[in-house]
């Protein structure tokens, strides 16, 4: 099982970071999305700054700080329900998958760690 919480966790670590640098960066295709479920641009790098936050967190969870890892992952399940409900509302279904996977693997990070 260790094993498998390394690989999740490190995944979503990953993928939140190279997620929190598009949207800092301001990426055309993270604006365009933001513009099409309702996110005011002025969002984005708040959004950017949560989820390296969780990224950093779950990051420092596989460094022995278990507490602070669970918080993160947790932190990031909360967040990506809330991307997902924003798409629900915005009725953009053809891209829900993207959030959808983000808060699988944060969920699966989470039920990992607690299972430790």
Do not use: C
Not at 14 to 43: C, T, Y
Not at 44 to 62: H, I, S
Not at 70 to 89: E, P
């Amino acid at each position: 099982m260790h094993t498998t919480y390394l690989i999740v966790a490190l995944v979503t670590v990953v993928a939140n970071a190279g997620m929190a640098l598009a949207d800092f960066a301001r990426a055309p295709f993270v604006m365009a999305n933001s513009a099409e479920v309702g996110v005011p641009p002025g969002w984005v790098p708040w959004l950017a700054t949560l989820k390296l936050a969780g990224a950093t967190g779950v990051l420092l969870g596989l460094f022995g700080m278990r507490t602070l890892g669970l918080a993160a992952a947790i932190g990031l399940v909360l967040f990506f329900a809330g991307a997902l409900i924003t798409h629900l509302r915005a009725r953009v279904y053809y891209n829900i998958a993207f959030p959808g996977a983000y808060f699988a693997f944060a969920l699966a990070t989470a039920a990992l760690l607690a299972a430790q």
